[in-house]
Structures are given as structure tokens and as C-alpha cells.
């Protein structure tokens, strides 16, 4: 069903001097869908977001966004997108309202005919309107910048890592806009490092190294996780580490929040071998916690593999 | 057992009528990693710029290995090391280059910095790129050359600001792994992140909100105080009342 699509794009090259910051990327993404691409920084985000958003053009591949062209038909697309770039780019020495204003008169509309779409967002900064955007906190000035992305009622959304750097209370807040946006039809493409914010989206790509490692819904993603993966509880995170390193049926080993994670290959290594080799290692004061994969595990599975084939 | 390598008592920094830092308390064990967290613009960055010697505070008291902030700032810069996102090394310099500038700044000799630096490239695995320009080494490579540079003189403390922004998960672990590793040898790390999993591993937390440190335990006592399972819902219960 090519029209329920928003986006297509397909084999999409980009190289820079000496790098490739796209080897080749395909996705679809549906109309109405909160589409999360989750990667590192140099992971090719920022590209494919420049590209997918008219502003930058591909070495080769192609690129449909709500049925049209971007790179020959820019100036459509253009009146139909809201893009909020990773750096805050709005004018600092402008308030909250001349902002708003400026960005609503180069779409040739006013923010009194859009008052109502962004009146969510609008009205949680709107008490410091006359505020000079340089001067508003981190979760402000996204909170505007989304104003100005969405003051000419776009269909569509480019958020290119809208949450980096920002405390984990303000992410949580810009997410529940998102949400909010989503329920009234909007599609939204957002790029984030956090590998937690996978979860709050309706389908995500892992991205890393100019290329796709998964596309799926988060729940399909961590089902899918190829390996067997056991939690370690320990005060003696450093020994635990370096103990479990020289275990051979261990191909991972890493830090994960309170626990240590173990991963092998399905059925190469039980619970008991597992007790048996630290008790001879000589490890005490451990217990073993049963955990399902998240997100993040899978997307480390995923970057072991790619570096081992 | 340990003794406290920062102390820490009602200490405040005011720019005009603004409290930037409210009257802090703290108390960081020799070896401990210390996570410094809070909301952007709860103060976290100017608590850290008076503790690592650059910022004089308003009021209050603070030691920092043994030096006091009012009076022995320059002391208390030789003993520490600091690492941040935005400002490491020079990306126009080669690993060996910024190696030997950095070695020189904290007052390494020619062959200290020397001996450091060759252990330091072969335990990172840097032997055949150390003539390369740090531009062309990849973020993550850069991150960990930093925090390896930041302790190439031993000291102390190392101060480290949001380390591993924009880092793989791969990556991140390696990052933290350096961060055990200089903990288990006696450095004591004061880091602060907006990644909560990293929160959970560090020995103890504090959090500020506006300018004061409201949380401050272990990870494991916080989430019992909040009834919460991770260090995410403690942030939140803490940042929003």
C-alpha cells in the first residue's frame, strides 16, 4: 500500500570527502506513525534527516516525502514539513513571539491562525513570550523551536535529536508533546542517541556506521534478540568484569545499569555453569537476576555482529 | 576505612541576586565514583567549576584534596584532572602531539610524559594510528584518549562532564570500564551524565535541583527512599515535585 506511506526512501548514498555517512539506506514510514532513528553521533542521522527534509541532496538514491520528490520538488514539500534541527538555530537576540512571528511571516501565515495547533505547546512558554530566546532554558527553547516547526501546520515532522543534552525531566516532558502530536494525526520522524526513547516509539531504525542494523516496533526488535542473556548482581563491579572476561562461552560482557550482562550463544552456557565457574574464580556476594533484553542490548548484539562479519 | 577526598559544607555561589549554588553539602571518599546529577541549569556546572578551582565561591567551605577553594586554587588544579564533552583535545594535533602538550601543562617531564604516553597508546591499542590528526579518529576513540589523558599525570580527582554524550552503547561501556579501572587504582571520579543507567553506576549520587543538592545516597538507598526500580523515576521524583 505505497499511499499509506509518508516516506520512502530508498538506497540512499552520501559521502563526504573521505566518509560515508549513508551506505545505502531504505525505510518506509507510515502516515501517522512516531518513527524513532536511534544511533550514536556519526551514526548518519543528521544526513539522512537534512536529506529526507530537502536541505541537503544525495550522491544517489531516492527520497519521497508525502508523495512528493524532495530533491526536484523542494519548494512543495517544503510548505507541508516542520523541520527542528539538532543545534537550536533560532534567533537568539528575538524574543519567544518575534521568533514565532518571524518563522509564521517566511510561511506567509500569523500565529493567530495557528494559535490552535500549537496552543499545547505555546502556552507552557507563552507567560515569557517577550523573553529573548537566549535567555530560556534548555527545555524552553525546545519547546519554542517545536513552536516554530509547527507554526504553518505541517503534515509531517523532522526532529533531528530534539532530547541530546537535555535533562531527563525535559525529555520526558518533550515526549509527552510528541505523544499529544501524534494522537492529532501528525507523523513524526525523531532522531535520538538515548536508546530508552526507543520505547516511546511506534517503529524504530537502529542506526549505526551509515547503515540500517533493524527496523521493527521496539517489542518485535528485543523478541527477536538472537542470544541468551543473563544479569549479574555485584557490589565488586571491576572484578566481577575482569572474571567474567576470561570465561570462553561469554562473547559479551558489559555494564548495564545496577547489573553486569552476560550474553552467549543459546545453549552454550546454564545458570549452573555459570554459578560453578565464579565459585571457582572465587567470587562471592553475587546473585544472578533474570532479565529480558532491552533495546539497548539488542542494538549492542546487533553492532557486535556487523563488526564480526 | 576511606578517608573523604572532598568535603563540602553549605557552600554557595551567588551572581547578583541569583543563587546559582545554594548552600551544597557533600562528601566524596578517596576512590569513590562520585555521579553529580541534576536538571540543565540546576548548577551542577558552576558547583564543579568552584571544586575544580576555577570559579571562587560566595560563601561556605569546601576542601578539595586537602586545598582549600578560597585559598589554594592552583593547588587544587594540580591535583585534579578534567574531561568534557565539548572541551578535550586538540583535533589538529596528532595522539602523540596531544599527549606531550598535556603532559607538558601538568608539568610532566620528557621522559615521564614520554613513558605515560607510550603505555597509554598500547593499552588503547593506538600503535598505528598515534602520527594520525585526532579529527580523523572517531568519537568514540577520542573520548577515551581524553579521559586517559586526564589521569596521565595521577591525579587525585578526575572531574569528568558529561563524558559520554553522543557515544555508542558499545562504546559508553568501554568509557565506564576506564572509569572502574581508574577507581580500583585509587583515582576518586566526580562525573556527572544525563544517561540514568550510568547513574546506577556509580558508588554514590547527588542530585541538585535549583541550586540545591536534594538526593544524595547510594543508587540502591534512593530507589528504597522513592520506591521506584530505577535511578529514571528517581530523577523524576526528585527534579519534579
Known amino acids: 500500500m505505497e499511499n499509506q506511506n509518508a516516506v520512502i526512501v530508498k538506497n540512499l548514498v552520501k559521502t563526504y570527502a573521505h566518509v560515508e555517512a549513508l551506505k545505502e539506506i531504505s525505510l518506509n514510514v507510515k502516515k501517522g506513525e512516531l518513527f524513532g532513528v536511534i544511533g550514536p553521533d556519526g551514526a548518519g542521522k543528521t544526513s539522512l534527516f537534512r536529506i529526507m527534509s530537502s536541505l541537503l541532496l544525495p550522491d544517489s538514491g531516492e527520497v519521497n516525502v508525502l508523495g512528493i520528490d524532495v530533491t526536484r520538488d523542494y519548494a512543495s514539500i517544503r510548505k507541508k514539513m516542520g523541520y527542528m534541527p539538532g543545534r537550536f538555530s533560532l534567533y537568539q537576540d528575538l524574543s519567544i513571539e518575534e521568533n514565532i512571528n518571524l518563522f509564521a511571516s517566511i510561511y506567509d501565515t500569523t500565529l493567530e491562525e495557528n494559535y490552535e495547533n500549537i496552543r499545547y505547546i505555546y502556552s507552557q512558554i507563552e507567560p515569557f513570550r517577550k523573553r529573548r530566546a537566549g535567555a530560556l532554558s534548555g527545555g524552553m527553547k525546545q519547546k519554542l523551536a517545536l513552536c516554530c516547526a509547527l507554526v504553518h501546520s505541517p503534515e509531517i515532522l523532522f526532529l533531528d535529536e530534539p532530547t541530546t543534552g537535555v535533562d531527563a525531566v525535559s525529555r520526558s516532558e518533550f515526549w509527552e508533546i510528541l505523544q499529544m502530536l501524534k494522537k492529532r494525526g501528525m507523523t513524526i520522524l525523531v532522531s535520538t542517541p538515548y536508546m530508552d526513547e526507543a520505547s516511546l516509539c511506534d517503529r524504530v531504525a537502529l542506526m549505526q556506521d551509515g547503515r540500517i542494523l533493524s527496523v521493527d516496533t521496539p517489542a518485535k526488535i528485543t523478541t527477536a534478540y538472537a542470544y541468551s542473556l543473563v544479569a549479574i548482581k555485584t557490589n565488586e563491579k571491576y572484578n566481577m568484569l575482569s572474571s567474567l572476561r576470561m570465561l570462553e562461552q561469554a562473547t559479551l560482557v558489559y555494564p548495564f545499569g545496577e547489573n553486569i550482562h552476560v550474553v552467549s550463544d543459546k545453549g552454550k552456557l546454564t545458570s549452573e555453569e555459570l554459578t560453578k565457574y565464579l565459585s571457582a574464580q572465587g567470587m562471592e556476594n553475587w546473585e544472578i537476576v533474570e532479565v529480558a533484553p532491552d533495546i539497548e542490548d539488542c542494538f549492542i548484539a546487533l553492532m557486535n555482529q556487523h563488526v564480526a562479519a | ?241
Open chain 2, 1 to 241: 576505612m576511606s578517608s573523604s577526598i572532598i568535603e563540602v559544607e553549605n557552600l554557595t555561589k551567588r551572581f547578583g541576586t541569583f543563587k546559582a549554588v545554594d548552600s551544597i553539602s557533600l562528601e566524596v571518599k578517596q576512590g569513590e565514583i562520585f555521579g553529580f546529577l541534576g536538571a540543565n541549569g540546576a548548577g551542577k556546572t558552576t558547583a564543579m567549576k568552584m571544586l575544580s578551582g576555577l570559579l571562587s565561591p560566595t560563601s561556605g567551605k569546601a576542601m578539595v584534596a586537602g586545598f582549600d577553594v578560597f585559598k589554594q586554587q592552583n593547588q587544587i588544579k594540580k591535583s585534579i584532572g578534567y574531561m568534557s564533552q565539548r572541551f578535550s583535545l586538540y583535533d589538529d594535533l596528532t595522539i602523540k602531539e596531544n599527549i606531550r602538550f598535556y603532559g607538558g601543562i601538568y608539568g610532566l617531564k620528557r621522559k615521564q610524559w614520554k613513558e605515560k604516553g607510550e603505555r597509554l597508546i598500547k593499552r588503547l591499542g593506538l600503535d598505528e594510528v598515534e602520527g594520525k590528526l585526532l579529527k580523523d579518529l572517531p568519537l568514540g576513540w577520542k573520548q577515551k584518549l581524553a579521559f586517559s589523558i586526564a589521569i596521565l599525570h595521577d591525579p587525585k580527582i578526575v572531574f569528568l562532564d558529561e563524558p559520554t554524550g553522543g557515544v555508542d552503547p558499545i562504546t559508553r561501556r568501554q568509557f565506564w570500564e576506564m572509569i572502574y579501572e581508574a577507581a580500583h587504582d585509587g583515582i576518586t571520579v566526580f562525573v556527572t551524565t544525563h544517561y540514568m543507567d550510568e547513574a546506577e553506576y556509580c558508588d554514590r549520587i547527588s542530585m541538585m535541583v535549583d541550586g540545591r543538592v536534594e538526593a544524595y545516597d547510594t543508587p540502591e538507598g534512593l530507589k528504597k527512599k522513592y520506591g521506584v526500580k530505577t535511578m529514571n523515576e528517581v530523577f523524576i521524583k526528585v527534579a519534579r515535585p
